[in-house]
Nanobody, 122 residues
């Protein structure tokens, strides 16, 4: 079983910065793509950013130029640096990962973290 544990959320004023971390633990072969999603109250969960094992990234239009996703493959950790935060960035942020487990190397298993709250005050 794989666990994704997020940290780094909190309360920040508009214009401020936060850095989220998500560490994967357990026994597995490797992790393919990792991503950050977010869900604001009353809204559907949306994709924020993705990063491949090789480091290729993609971002939602709403966060381009403000957020940066990165990863440390040796530490099985993904980060989300969030700058110039806006009140509309307020949400629970979830880590997501496609994990190649020893029992199923050709079929990655998708895992979610428990979420971390980010609140941006105006």
């Amino acid at each position: 079983q794989v666990q994704l544990v997020e940290s780094g959320g909190g309360l920040v004023q508009a214009g401020g910065s936060l850095r989220l971390s998500c560490a994967a633990s357990g026994i597995f072969f490797s992790i393919n793509a990792m991503a950050w999603y977010r869900q604001a109250p009353g809204k559907q969960r949306e994709l924020v950013a993705t990063i491949t094992h090789g480091g290729s990234t993609n971002y939602a239009e709403s966060v381009k130029g403000r957020f940066t996703i990165s990863r440390d493959n040796a530490q099985n950790t993904v980060y989300l640096q969030m700058n110039s935060l806006k009140p509309e960035d307020t949400a629970v942020y979830y880590c997501n990962a496609d994990v190649r487990e020893w029992s199923s190397l050709s079929r990655p298993v998708n895992y979610w973290g428990q979420g971390t709250q980010v609140t941006v005050s105006s």
